[in-house]
């Protein structure tokens, strides 16, 4: 039973702020080989672009706080949004 | 000078709760900040409680917290390669915990405090921090609030310690856990439930998974070790899917979240309280991880109930750099006596092969002690020396890595 990211995401409730909370330094991807951010992030917020930058789905971000380790050379910018995630179950 | 209270806790997840709660019994004026529009909307949790901790906040909580199942059947699983796994069950009625989901147990614990006169102010997202002469202002999406004495209870990412400069996050100190709620209905009576905790299954992160069964449905999770993701073949994102169906569980997905953990380790815990701060919970790094058990909400619980006390002692002396007094209080109770406890299996826990190597050897000595076959057989300690060879590890090492788990 395998079930889409986007699938899985969209089970959540979101409230998306109009700005980005992320902000990257995409000239310093340019020089980055294995992109981690992309292994590390657990919503795919973190897509390599074929130019080797990196396109950011900020709309995704489950907040988990990754962000602020997940990349190596401190191209990533995180701060929590305003709105965000709500979580109805667990 | 006047303060917007005597206190300001900045998060209202169980440890921001719990020390708002017992400074308000303790008198005090407090205000909580939460972020999220209620509190447990952006809280995660596998959702194991013990709930010893909670019981010294109500002694009543096992009859009116909304707790889930109490974990009767404990279900340790060790999968290695080609179908060959090792199981250990135990199973007790006792109620020395219970699963729960934040979502609905934050909620409560919230209200709680709310009727008690505690006032929480939701979607308030701290922005920033500053140090004046004698006091702390907190910056917030609603404009600013200063107090005396606050208290960082942000969670694993410890927001004002890190506004304050006093905090810096690393990746070795630190998991991802990632968690998907099913819609399973647990085949077990109404009064027992399961936790089962299982190593193999995420090929060569270094983690486990946990599988937790809800009144009506289960817990599926996995935490891994955020630095053993860099060089991961699976993205983070893909990882609880292959954990799930490898144990072939199936039933809709009704929620899926990611959060932090803390992995400091008693040896390591850093920035417990400064001048005009206490650090409480997830912010302070207080989780146990010993390989059996992963706890962090009873410590989250027990540091807030100590802070709130704390916090009473510091308002009496009217000196607020004394937060000292804070750490002093800590050392006797459970919260650092355990964690000092667990630090052995946790420093066990940070060895490369016991996520690697060691089920693999074990599964593999068991394999071969149970096949008979006409080639005769060989002593226990002869096929465990072998097949550690195999693999390039010293027996004694990991036999004693072992024996350090339970000792
Ligand atoms: C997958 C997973 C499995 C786990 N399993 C278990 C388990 O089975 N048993 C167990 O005991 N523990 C477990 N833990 C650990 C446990 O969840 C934590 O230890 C516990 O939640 C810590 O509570 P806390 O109140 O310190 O932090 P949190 O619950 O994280 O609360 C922090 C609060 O602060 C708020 N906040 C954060 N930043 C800001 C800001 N800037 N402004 C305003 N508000 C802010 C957040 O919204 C949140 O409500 C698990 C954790 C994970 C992720
Ligand atoms: S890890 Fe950092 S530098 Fe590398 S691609 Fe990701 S954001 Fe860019």
Redesign the pocket.
């Given at each position: 039973m395998t079930v889409n990211l986007l699938k899985r995401l969209g089970l959540n409730k979101y409230n998306v702020d109009k700005n980005s909370h992320i902000q990257v330094n995409t000239d310093i991807c340019l020089t980055c080989k294995d992109k981690p951010c992309t292994k590390v992030c657990p919503a795919g917020t973190y897509e390599p672009s074929p130019d080797g930058r990196i396109i950011v789905h900020y709309e995704r971000c489950l907040?988990?706080g990754a962000a602020l380790v997940a990349c190596p050379y401190g191209a990533i910018k995180f701060t929590?949004p305003e709105g965000g995630i709500s979580y109805k179950y667990g | 000078m006047s303060f917007d209270a005597d206190v300001i806790i900045?998060?209202?997840?169980?440890?921001?709760?719990?020390t708002a709660i017992t400074a308000n019994r303790e008198g005090l004026s407090t205000i909580v900040?939460?972020?999220?529009e209620y509190?447990?909307?952006?809280?995660?949790?596998?959702?194991?409680?013990?709930t010893h901790a909670l019981l010294q906040l109500f002694p009543d909580a096992l009859e009116r917290a909304p707790l889930e199942r109490p974990v009767t059947k404990e279900t340790y699983e060790v999968f290695c390669d080609e179908g060959k796994k090792i199981t250990f069950s135990f199973e007790h009625k006792t109620k020395n915990?219970y699963?729960i989901l934040?979502a609905k147990f934050?909620q409560w614990l919230a209200k709680e405090a709310e009727n008690e006169g505690v006032l929480i102010s939701y979607s308030?997202?701290?922005?920033n921090a500053r140090r004046e002469k004698d006091y702390i202002v907190v910056e917030?999406n609603r404009g600013e609030l200063k107090a005396p004495l606050i208290v960082d209870?942000?969670?694993?990412?410890s927001?004002?310690s890190r506004f304050l400069g006093i905090k810096k996050l690393e990746p070795k100190t630190l998991?991802?856990?990632?968690?998907e709620i099913l819609d399973v209905k647990p085949n077990l009576p109404e009064d027992e439930g399961e936790?089962r905790t299982i190593m193999g299954l995420i090929g060569n992160l270094k983690g486990g998974g946990?599988v937790?069964t809800n009144k009506d449905t289960l817990?599926v999770?996995?935490?891994i070790k955020v630095e053993s993701l860099y060089n991961s073949n699976l993205p983070s994102h893909e990882i609880v899917e292959r954990f799930r169906e490898a144990l072939g569980i199936e039933g809709n997905i009704l929620e899926y979240?990611?959060?932090?953990?803390?992995y400091y380790g008693y040896d390591k815990l850093s920035n417990l309280y400064d001048r005009n701060l206490i650090v409480?919970?997830?912010?302070?790094g207080?989780?146990?991880n010993d390989g059996f058990?992963?706890?962090?909400?009873?410590?989250?619980?027990g540091?807030?109930i100590v802070a709130g006390k704390a916090l009473k002692k510091i308002k009496e002396m009217n000196d607020y750099s004394k937060t000292d007094i804070y750490y002093e209080m800590l050392k006797e109770s459970f919260v650092l006596r355990d964690l000092k406890t667990a630090l052995r299996s946790f420093k066990v826990l940070n060895e490369e092969e016991i996520f690697t190597k060691y089920p693999k050897i074990l599964c593999n000595t068991l394999s071969k002690l149970f096949t008979v076959t006409s080639d005769g057989k060989e002593r226990p300690i002869n096929v465990l020396i072998t097949e550690s060879k195999n693999e390039n590890v010293n027996t004694t090492k990991m036999l004693s890595d072992i024996m350090r788990l339970f000792i």
């Open positions: 907040e988990c929590f | 900045v998060g209202g997840g169980l440890a921001g709760l719990s900040l939460e972020r999220g509190s447990g909307s952006k809280n995660v949790s596998g959702g194991r409680m013990y915990s699963t934040r934050d308030t997202l701290v922005t917030t209870a942000g969670g694993v990412t927001p004002v998991m991802l856990g990632v968690k936790a946990f937790y817990s999770g996995v935490t979240s990611a959060h932090l953990i803390p409480v919970g997830d912010a302070a207080f989780l146990i058990n992963i706890r962090g909400m009873d410590l989250a619980i540091s807030g």
